[in-house]
């Protein structure tokens, strides 16, 4: 059985969570700033279907990414030195979100519900919640979106409607945490996607105390530049 909240965002101790399903912490509550900042803190996230209750997960073990370690392939190393897209920060959170709650092939239905869009778009509002976007001419063609806390970000979906765009948007977001002195981007899921890019899992102890000293790293909120940086991407290894 698992707690049921209300009232303020007081969660359970991570290490009250669910084997089975994996992480599944506490029900309830509410998606609102203080709820997601403070889960995220704790390394909490909600996850659920449309027809769910707000659900909570911590699971163990953590699918984490360090922003110096990504896997560049040299297909896509050569993509990025050509600069196919027009790569942008928080241009346009709102269609980021929107694309990735898209159907899509190889799931059934989404849990980007319409309470999650208002939710991350409520956090984007005060500089907490961002997104990283890839243009062909006008056309957005991949991206992804996620939170940031002091040094610590957490990713939360992607897209892609061009090859490796989503990809491309990936190796831009790491370039700028690293730059900005970020130290770790969760990936929250195991994918063998994630793990292809350099994603790999580590204990829930480790993750809290890692999660605990970087997001109290400083870092203020606020709207990232909308231009990405540009980078040379000649000094990519590839993998």
């Known amino acids: ?14 290490s009250m969570a669910l084997r089975e399903p994996n992480g599944l912490l506490a029900a309830g509550g509410r998606l609102e700033p203080d709820w997601l900042l403070a889960a995220y803190r704790r390394g909490i996230f909600p996850w659920f279907g449309e027809d769910d ?4 997960w911590s699971p163990d073990p953590r699918m984490v990414l360090e922003p110096s370690a990504m896997k560049i392939s040299r297909s896509l ?21 929107y694309a990735c709650a898209a159907p899509r ?6 849990w980007i519900t319409g309470a999650m869009r208002a939710a991350y778009g409520r956090l984007h509002e005060l500089g907490h919640a ?17 939170v940031a806390i002091g040094r610590m970000f957490f990713g939360e979906s992607m897209f892609a ?69 540009d980078f040379d991407w000649g000094d990519a290894e590839p993998c």
């Open 77 to 97: 190393r050569r993509r990025l030195r050509r600069r196919e897209f027009d790569v942008r920060l928080d241009r346009d959170f709102e269609a980021v979100i």
């Open 161 to 229: 409607r061009a090859t490796d765009a989503s990809k491309v948007a990936l190796a831009h977001l790491c370039r700028h945490l690293e730059k900005h002195g970020f130290g770790l981007i969760d990936c929250q899921m195991t994918t063998s996607h994630l793990a292809s890019l350099g994603g790999h899992e580590i204990g829930r102890d480790e993750f809290t105390g890692r999660l605990a000293l970087l997001t109290a790293a400083g870092g203020a909120a606020g709207r990232w530049p909308e231009r990405a940086a």
């Open 1 to 14: 059985m698992i707690p049921w909240l209300d009232g303020e965002p007081d969660f359970p101790p991570p």
């Open 105 to 110: 092939i190889d799931a059934a239905g989404t």
């Open 53 to 56: 209750p707000i659900l909570w």
């Open 130 to 146: 961002h997104s990283v976007e890839c243009y062909s001419g006008d056309r957005l063609v991949g991206g992804l979106y996620g």
